[in-house]
């Protein structure tokens, strides 16, 4: 009867780890996507990510480089004073994105160009995004909005 009892027990702990390994994989497949690391325009010219790799683009719009035309089609440079990567986007821009202004972007990094598929601009006059910030902070350029 122990013996039963026992063999029942290891039977119920070994479907409990199997459950348990099957549902940490599942999240982890899932998350994979979910999960993109911020680089400054320096760091992707330094080491470029690989082409299907998504990740999140941050810098200020280079001055007299946003360029509207082919359709939806957008191009514009974005610069942490360091480095300078050019960017391609399709679609509607945020209603406060322009020149000389912080900007976040979401997408990969192909044949030298950021092909973007999401743009995320500041949202009022003293705003940019923390990464944003800290990469400017590193390359010297930044200026905070009550320094001047």
Same mark, same amino acid.
């Not at 039963?4 to 899932?30: D, E, F, P, W």
């Not at 994979?32 to 719009?61: K, T």
């Not at 990094?109 to 590193?138: C, N, R, W």
């Given at each position: ?22 549902? @940490? ?10 999960? =993109? ?14 082409? =299907?790799?998504?990740?999140?683009l ?5 001055e ?23 960017? @391609? ?10 020149? =000389?202004?912080?900007?976040?972007? @979401?997408?990969?990094?192909?044949d ?37």
């Amino acid at each position: 009867m122990k013996s039963l009892k026992k063999q029942r027990r290891i039977q119920i702990i070994a479907v409990a780890v199997l459950a348990l390994a099957v549902s @940490t994989a599942l999240i982890g497949y899932a998350m994979r996507d979910g999960i =993109n690391f911020f680089r400054s325009p320096s760091q992707v010219m330094e080491e470029p990510p690989a082409s =299907n790799e998504r990740f999140r683009l941050g810098g200020l719009v280079e001055e007299g480089t946003l360029v509207r035309g082919d359709g939806d089609t957008i191009r514009f440079s974005v610069t942490d004073g360091g480095a300078t990567v050019p960017v @391609t986007y399709t679609g509607v821009l945020p209603d406060l994105f322009e020149e =000389n202004q912080g900007m976040i972007g @979401t997408g990969t990094f192909q044949d030298g160009v950021f092909m973007a598929t999401e743009i995320l601009a500041k949202h009022d006059e003293s705003y940019l995004p923390k990464e944003v910030a800290d990469a400017l902070k590193e390359q010297g350029v930044y200026q905070p909005a009550d320094a001047e």
